[in-house]
T-cell receptor, first 112, second 114 residues
Framework: EAQVTQNPRYLITVTGKKLTVTCSQN?????MSWYRQDPGLGLRQIYYSMNVEVTDKGDVPEGYKVSRKEKRNFPLILESPSPNQTSLYFCASSFPGNTEAFFGQGTRLTVV | GENVEQHPSTLSVQEGDSAVIKCTYS??????FPWYKQELGKRPQLIID?????GEKKDQRIAVTLNKTAKHFSLHITETQPEDSAVYFC?????????????FGKGTLLTVNP
C-alpha cells in the first residue's frame, strides 16, 4: 500500500530537549516536505527536499533541521524545542510537478 | 515566491446548497492547482486538481475552474452533504525542474448544516 508514515503521532516534550520526528514513504517520490499546521494559518512549509542530499528552506525554517540521506526518509529535527513550536506537523511526498502530494498521518507536538 | 490567498476562511451552508471557495495566486509560472480536503483529525487528501491548459474540470459534485489571466481558481461543491464538512485547502505549484514548490492557501472551514 502506498503510504507516508510519520512517527510519533503524539509527543509531549520539555523545552530544550532535542527530538526527531521521522517520515518515510514507499512510493519512490523525489520530493518531500514538512509542514506545520496552526489554527488560522493553514499549512506552512518548513523545509523541503527535491532529492537525496538536496534540501532547502521553506517559509518557516527557524528552529528546525532536516536531512535527506536516503530517498525514502526525511526526518525533522528540533535541536532545542520551544513552546512556540507546539503544533501539528505533516510530512508529504510527491513526484515534483503536476502530481498529487501524499501526506503522513500527522504528529501533534506539545512543548512545555 | 508564490503567494496563495484563499477566501472565505469559514463558510456555512445548508445541506443541498452550493459552496464556492476562491483562491488567487501570484506566480504566473504556476501551472498546477490542486485542492485538498482535511476532515477533522485526519490528513489532507487530494480531491481534485486542474492544470493550466484546462479551464474547468468536474468530478461528480465538485468542480474547479481556472482563470489564468486573472490568476484565480475556484472550487465549487453542489448539493452539499454533511460529510462535505471539512477544511479545504487550495494550492499552486510550478512545473517540475523550475524551482518546484507546492504552496498552500490558509484553508476554508466548510460547515454543512443538516
Amino acid at each position: 500500500e502506498a503510504q507516508v508514515t510519520q512517527n510519533p503521532r503524539y509527543l509531549i516534550t520539555v523545552t530544550g530537549k532535542k527530538l526527531t520526528v521521522t517520515c518515510s514513504q514507499n512510493m519512490n517520490h523525489e520530493y518531500m516536505s514538512w509542514y506545520r499546521q496552526d489554527p488560522g494559518l493553514g499549512l506552512r512549509q518548513i523545509y523541503y527536499s527535491m532529492n537525496v542530499e538536496v534540501t532547502d528552506k521553506g517559509d518557516v525554517p527557524e528552529g528546525y533541521k532536516v536531512s535527506r540521506k536516503e530517498k525514502r526518509n526525511f526526518p525533522l529535527i528540533l535541536e532545542s524545542p520551544s513552546p512556540n513550536q507546539t503544533s501539528l506537523y505533516f510530512c508529504a511526498s510527491s513526484f515534483p510537478g503536476n502530481t498529487e502530494a501524499f501526506f503522513g498521518q500527522g504528529t501533534r507536538l506539545t512543548v512545555v | 515566491g508564490e503567494n496563495v490567498e484563499q477566501h472565505p476562511s469559514t463558510l456555512s451552508v445548508q445541506e443541498g446548497d452550493s459552496a464556492v471557495i476562491k483562491c488567487t495566486y501570484s506566480d504566473s509560472a504556476s501551472n498546477y492547482f490542486p485542492w485538498y480536503k482535511q476532515e477533522l483529525g485526519k490528513r489532507p487528501q487530494l480531491i481534485i486538481d486542474i492544470r493550466s491548459n484546462v479551464g474547468e474540470k468536474k468530478d461528480q459534485r465538485i468542480a474547479v475552474t481556472l482563470n489564468k489571466t486573472a490568476k484565480h481558481f475556484s472550487l465549487h461543491i453542489t448539493e452539499t452533504q454533511p460529510e462535505d464538512s471539512a477544511v479545504y485547502f487550495c494550492a499552486a505549484s510550478r512545473p517540475r525542474g523550475s524551482n518546484y514548490k507546492l504552496t498552500f492557501g490558509k484553508g476554508t472551514l466548510l460547515t454543512v448544516n443538516p
